[in-house]
């Protein structure tokens, strides 16, 4: 019962990024073809928005829901790790037509085909799990 209203948030998520069209396959591919500003536009307001949050959550000292203090340690962002990472990560996305979060999404909304790239995420976070400790970081 305490989990509830995540669960309700998460599905109010949900059906809000399926309304405003975000997980559509067309939007995404418009986005990567630079045809149309819908997605840039959601997701430099979601940019925003997390940089303002993180930084009332620094100036005001919230806490979790287990009532620990919550704080942000400095990454190392070793330029070509991210740039390596987003690289793959954007050529999936565009070759999938979903991120990974919507992907659920998008089974919710009987796209069940997607339940085949959602595997093939599992695969990938499993592979990288046994190569890790062999990868450079």
Partial sequence: MRYLKFLLIGILFGITLYKAEVVSWFRIQEMFRFQSFHMYGII?????IGA?????IRRTSLKDMYGHLISFSDKDMSFPRYILGGTIFGLG???????????????????????????????GTFVYGVLRPKLPH
């Fill in 52 to 56: 303002a949050l993180i930084q009332l």
């Fill in 44 to 48: 430099g307001s979601a940019v925003v």
């Fill in 93 to 123: 996305w565009a070759l999938i037509g979903a991120c990974p979060g919507p992907m659920f999404i998008l089974v919710g909304g009987n796209a069940s085909y997607f339940l085949i790239a959602i595997a093939g995420a599992v695969l």
